[in-house]
């Protein structure tokens, strides 16, 4: 048994529902007072806080590599059950079953991903009588296949985008179909979901690749690879309304949600409402999504996805018989608890509003901070979270998480870190307040994409609603400039680095006791014994040289190229936080401080930056001899495939072989053109992050 509630999550605040809880059939309900979270992270820490404000009992399950994770402190209970590898562990039925049949858990509740949409395991669930908080097997299934879901739906008079479902799954059928359709078509997964098993072929020089691309993928994430061929939207919009059903065939929609910006298929901001949708569009998709949910006798909570063209037009895309990830930002324009009405409706109780009562308020904005690098083609990341600080939740503002400073974020799983949700009455004004909070964020240790979230949110485009699937890849060069820092924020970082070692400087010499050490700076001491001091600084891309002059303490001059300023600072210490207070030429401002293996971590009202001093030229150049000649592993992966052998030619571009990180697969090409001259990996290896993998030879 685990210490109950510790480390609790930031509180969610919402409305309470507009009524109370009422049974038509009070002997139809099933009390839940305990509830099984058969997932991990934030997903799992958000279904516990609302188990307590509901007075439920909750227990965890968890990996080897979660034994110390947010979510086993959060749970009344928590059971190990297996490896780190999903397969080992949140994806074993019978184990999850075993635990919930020995701690009298009345319910499981799957979250999202692993166990959510397998419709073996809502039937073991029925098979064992354990309610399973979501819909119907027989939902899952007609909803989980595409082609299945696809003539459901144009049964139900909902509208669909055409294109080939059948059985011959040949790759020249698929072929064949492809060329009938007309390109670009996208290649998806019948049981994908969340980008898994999703290509584009834009050509048929493209096809067979992605392809088998395509399948290698699906195989992997869900042991299925049966395909279907669709016609490509040029420039679509990806809206999606949130149903609820109940077991008394009560329906309702709780309005649309926007979740264009995508990269890799996935989505990274999402709002609510869709920006720009006629009144008219509104109630036609949410009343089109509705026909999709009653067409399966769905129960619980559910999202029906659309592709939206140009003209408002909109075309079924597929239903995910889940909660989603982005759920919170329909909580925060309804005022409506997603995971209470889960709960209360897999309990036999009817929906506690109807359609006419839900109402719109405001404007809320999701976005996902994930351990990636966006400068590297989105590649996620892994380790450690050496600092974390984030934003002070409030009613409009949400973080949504399952790891503190300290933790890992691992290798096994999805590298999401966390979600920021901010409500406001307007959209303009929710944009400006998600921006404002991404720049209080702090997180040091492992790349992360905060600061692109912030460059994206503050694209003049975005601000103006003009999104689509494929906006980062159109405004791309604006998205990704050539990042300057300016001479302020280099002054900044040089009086950081300076105060900073006075500071740690003078500590060590109180922690020897010795006043008269020659570490222990008091008035008018020169640092380091020396008049004027040049410092390099990197900003990622290229050396900066600040030569700064002792004037007395805490005052000195810096010259950057042709110019000077006058610049003055000290430290301060609040709630944990290293604070900088600085005068540059007359100008006052603050940011605070953190410093990781010799880089300086700077955030400012303006944005965040890293500054790092520079190397010696041996260090420098034994960090990239594993690159010379070959290629290096972009992040810590197993190898799923390699393409070559010892001796092959090969061209700049071709595939060598294929990782699998992170969920995800990363096809590894060639920098340039030569001969295999050895492969280091074997299939079923675990590369870490910067090992070479495949040596050339010209």
């Given at each position: 048994m685990w210490a109950s509630l510790r480390n609790v999550c930031h509180n969610i605040r919402l409305a309470p529902s507009i009524r109370s809880w009422q049974s038509r059939n009070a002997s139809s309900v099933q009390a839940i007072d305990k509830v099984l979270i058969a997932n991990r992270g934030e997903i799992a820490c958000r279904v516990m806080r609302t188990a307590k404000k509901l007075g439920i009992r909750t227990v965890a399950v968890y990996s080897e590599a979660d034994a110390a994770s947010m979510h086993v402190d959060m749970a009344d209970e928590a059971y190990l059950i297996g490896g780190a590898a999903s397969q080992d562990s949140y994806l074993r039925q019978d184990r999850i079953i075993d635990v919930a049949k020995a701690t009298g858990a009345q319910a499981i509740h799957p979250g999202y991903g692993f166990l959510s949409e397998n419709t073996e395991f809502a039937e073991l669930c029925q098979e064992e009588n354990i309610i399973f908080i979501g819909p119907p097997s027989s939902a899952i299934r007609d909803m989980g296949i595409k082609s299945t879901s696809k003539h459901i739906m144009s049964a139900a008079g909902v509208p669909i985008i055409e294109g080939y479902h059948g059985e011959d799954q040949s790759d020249d059928r698929l072929r064949q179909e492809a060329e009938r359709i007309g390109y670009p078509v996208m290649i998806k997964a019948v049981r994908g979901g969340g980008g898994k098993g999703m290509r584009i072929a834009m050509t048929a020089a493209e096809f067979d690749e992605q392809l088998e691309s395509a399948k290698r993928e699906a195989m992997k994430s869900f042991n299925d690879d049966i395909m279907l061929i669709e016609k490509f939207i040029e420039t679509p919009r990806h809206v999606e309304v949130q149903v609820f059903g109940d077991k008394h065939d009560g329906y309702v929609y709780l309005f649309e949600r926007d979740c264009s910006v995508q990269r890799r298929h996935q989505k990274i901001i999402e709002e609510a409402p869709a920006p720009g949708l006629s009144e008219e569009t509104r109630k036609e998709i949410g009343e089109a999504a509705v026909r999709a949910a009653r067409a399966v006798d769905y129960v619980g909570a559910g999202t029906v996805e659309f592709i939206l063209d140009k003209h408002q037009k909109f075309y079924f895309m597929e239903m995910n018989t889940r909660l989603q990830v982005e759920h919170p930002v329909t909580e925060m324009v309804t005022g409506v608890d997603l995971v209470e009405w889960q709960l209360q409706v897999a309990a036999g109780n009817p929906l506690p509003v109807t359609q006419s009562q839900l109402k719109l308020r405001g404007h809320a904005?999701?976005?996902?901070?994930?351990?990636?690098?966006?400068?590297?083609?989105?590649?996620?990341?892994?380790?450690?979270?050496?600092?974390?600080?984030?934003?002070?939740?409030?009613?409009?503002?949400?973080?949504?998480?399952?790891?503190?400073?300290?933790?890992?974020?691992?290798?096994?799983?999805?590298?999401?870190?966390?979600?920021?949700?901010?409500?406001?009455?307007?959209?303009?004004?929710?944009?400006?307040?998600?921006?404002?909070?991404?720049?209080?964020?702090q997180i040091v240790g492992l790349a992360t994409n905060i600061r692109f979230l912030d460059d994206l949110a503050g694209h003049k485009d975005f601000a103006a609603a003009n999104v689509h699937t494929g906006f980062i890849d159109e405004h791309y060069d604006e998205l990704f400039p050539k990042r300057t820092i300016s001479a302020t924020t280099l002054c900044q970082g040089a009086l950081a680095m300076i105060l900073m070692e006075q500071d740690q400087v003078h500590s060590n010499a109180v922690l020897t006791n010795d006043p008269f050490s020659p570490f222990n700076f008091g008035s008018g001491s020169r640092f380091n014994h020396q008049l004027s001091r040049q410092i390099v600084l990197n900003n990622g891309s290229e050396d900066c040289t600040i030569q700064l002059t002792y004037v007395d303490e805490g005052n000195f001059t810096a010259q950057i190229g042709e110019e000077t300023f006058d610049i003055s600072g000290k430290l301060e210490f609040e709630n944990g936080q290293t604070l900088l207070a600085s005068t540059i030429d007359g100008?006052?401002?603050?940011?605070?401080?953190?410093?990781?293996?010799?880089?300086?971590?700077?955030?400012?009202?303006?944005?965040?930056?890293?500054?790092?001093?520079?190397?010696?030229?041996?260090?420098?150049?034994?960090?990239?001899?594993?690159?010379?000649?070959?290629?290096?592993?972009?992040?810590?992966?197993?190898?799923?495939k390699v393409n070559v052998a010892a001796g092959d030619e090969v061209n700049a571009g071709d595939p060598l072989l294929v990782m699998i990180a992170m969920k995800m697969e990363y096809v590894i090409r060639a920098p340039k053109a030569g001969v295999v001259k050895q492969i280091l990996f074997n299939v079923g290896d675990t590369a870490p992050k910067g090992a070479s993998l495949v040596q050339l030879k010209k």
């Open positions: 904005f999701e976005a996902r901070i994930y351990a990636e690098d966006p400068d590297n083609n989105f590649i996620p990341g892994a380790g450690p979270l050496v600092h974390l600080s984030t934003p002070a939740p409030a009613d409009d503002v949400r973080i949504e998480t399952g790891v503190r400073q300290g933790d890992d974020v691992s290798v096994h799983y999805d590298p999401m870190i966390a979600k920021l949700v901010v409500w406001s009455n307007d959209r303009s004004s929710a944009l400006n307040k998600m921006r404002a909070r991404l720049r209080q964020y100008m006052q401002s603050k940011a605070s401080v953190v410093v990781n293996n010799e880089t300086l971590h700077l955030y400012t009202a303006s944005g965040s930056y890293q500054l790092s001093q520079q190397l010696p030229k041996f260090v420098t150049a034994t960090s990239s001899t594993a690159a010379k000649g070959g290629t290096v592993a972009p992040m810590p992966g197993v190898i799923e």
